[in-house]
């Protein structure tokens, strides 16, 4: 075997061995299955030219949000959090719409539907055309467009 295809196959079976799924952490034994929709969310969070609908499942909180055609983080929640930029690390999937992301460091990214996006704090983010932007949240939403006093 040549040395580059045996040390891809270490790393590869290294990889795999040391694995956890993320979604083990969900479970604890005993623990039962839970059906949840949101046509039915726990919580609702309004804030201008948006909202976010939030699902308490298992240990995790799933929020799906809606951004209106204008809405731009730094206008309509920046004012509720207080904070220079998001603070909010995201793992989202993109259902409609387009959100342009902007991180701190610089870096642009344009979200379409049917992309993941995985988006650390420190950003700002806008919609991009006339469509409602629909994403859902599988990490960053527990806090999120809650009022700071």
């Known amino acids: 075997m040549k040395p580059i295809t045996f040390f891809l196959v270490i790393c590869a079976t290294t990889l795999l061995v040391s694995h956890r799924p993320v979604v083990s952490q969900l479970f604890i034994n005993g623990e039962k299955a839970e059906l949840k929709s949101f046509g039915k969310p726990d919580e ?12 308490h499942i ?3 909180t799933i929020g799906r949000a809606t951004f209106q055609p204008g809405w731009k983080w730094s206008e309509s929640v920046q004012p509720l959090s207080k904070t220079k930029s998001c603070e909010a690390p995201h793992f989202q999937y993109h259902v409609s719409g387009e959100l342009m992301v902007k991180m701190d460091d610089g870096t642009v990214l344009q979200c379409k539907p049917g992309d993941v996006s995985l988006l650390p704090l ?22 999120y467009a809650k009022s700071v006093k």
Do not use: C, S, T, Y
Not at 44 to 55: D, Q
Not at 126 to 137: F, I, L, R, S, Y
């Open 44 to 55: 609702v969070r309004e804030f201008p030219k948006g909202r976010v609908e939030l699902i």
């Open 58 to 60: 298992g240990k995790a």
């Open 122 to 143: 420190g950003h700002d983010a806008w919609v991009v055309g006339n469509e409602p932007a629909v994403v859902v949240d599988f990490q960053g939403m527990l806090d």
